[in-house]
């Protein structure tokens, strides 16, 4: 996988039904405070196709506010809910060399993957390597949600210079150097991603009912499936579990150990960030890593066709 040496801006912002959350970047090179606002229910319903964004006005006070209190520049790394992409691994024998041929190629493939024209799709992606192999890692969003999202960034006066979904930010504070599998429990979603010698293994997506126990049937089971997935395929056994969690991690903590043998441990953030938070409860997994800009190793910028 390709470390991305851009040079981001300061301020990551994330979306989620609940709350708008945003952290900057501080001159020292650390990502050291953090600011959230709450949205009103039903405000921002994250989803593949059909409106986003229903009360505008609200996400956009929710955006100038947050990014106001950070008291950086205009110029943001959006962060979109997992639920409004489909981030997809694709197997290849062979990619075309010339940038536009594997572009046409890769969406070729995506085609049968999506509920949507990939015509009317904004597609980034990147090669990697895995096994000897070459396989991509792309991130989907329908151009009308992407549009959406953007806009009313640039309503709050701010400018979307990158954007990502949320699960390949988080995983900018992984370690991918040794197999280890990500759980991020968020509130209309629940992703899962192995990751191994610097390359995505796995990435998978599922919707959760906003009264879904985060220790459900259906987590163990996408657990369980990823981790024979990876041991079967590519001959990895997952050595370690961190968990960013919307919920309280004791009793999937518990159960996780008991049903894996591996210990769940919470996703460390950045120290100037962790007591910047102290006690509070925001989601602050996606927007530290997105800025963790020499560990973030994921698609990053809007490949449009």
Excluded at 49 to 57: I, L, Q, S
Excluded at 60 to 71: H, S, W, Y
Excluded at 99 to 117: H, I, N
Excluded at 274 to 293: E, I, K, P, R, T
């Amino acid at each position: 996988m390709v470390i991305l040496k851009d040079r981001r801006p300061r301020v990551a912002c994330e979306f989620s039904p609940t709350q708008v959350v945003a952290a900057r970047l501080g001159e020292s090179g650390v990502v050291d405070s953090f600011s959230a606002r709450a949205l009103p229910p039903g405000a921002l319903v994250p989803a593949l196709m059909g409106v986003n964004v229903t009360a505008r006005e609200a996400v956009r006070t929710a955006i100038q506010d947050t990014v106001a209190e950070l008291g950086c520049g205009r110029d943001v790394t959006a962060i979109l809910p997992d639920a409004s992409c489909r981030v997809i691994l694709i197997d290849l024998e062979v990619l075309p060399d010339r940038p536009g041929e594997a572009d046409a190629f890769v969406r070729l493939r995506l085609r049968r993957s999506l509920p949507f024209d990939i015509e009317k799709a904004c597609v980034s992606w990147q090669a990697q390597g895995v096994n000897g192999k070459t396989n991509v890692l792309a991130a989907v969003t329908q151009s009308a949600v992407l549009e959406e999202y953007e806009s009313v960034v640039r309503e709050a006066g701010c400018n979307p210079g990158f954007v990502l979904p949320s699960i390949l930010a988080t995983l900018g504070l992984v370690d991918a150097t040794v197999p280890t599998l990500l759980i991020k429990i968020d509130p209309a979603t629940i992703s899962l991603a192995v990751v191994n010698n610097l390359a995505v293994l796995l990435l998978r997506i599922l919707d959760r009912a906003p009264d879904e126990p985060a220790a459900g049937t259906q987590l163990l089971a996408a657990v369980h499936h990823s981790l024979a997935f990876c041991q079967d395929v590519h001959g990895t056994k997952v050595q370690g579990i961190l968990v960013s969690s919307v919920t309280p991690l004791e009793e999937l903590s518990s159960l996780l150990e008991e049903s894996t043998g591996v210990r769940p441990q919470a996703l460390v953030y950045p120290a100037g960030l962790q007591a910047a938070c102290g006690s509070q409860h925001a989601m602050l997994g996606a927007v530290a890593g997105a800025l963790a800009q020499e560990k973030l190793t994921q698609v990053s910028r809007k490949r449009p066709r």
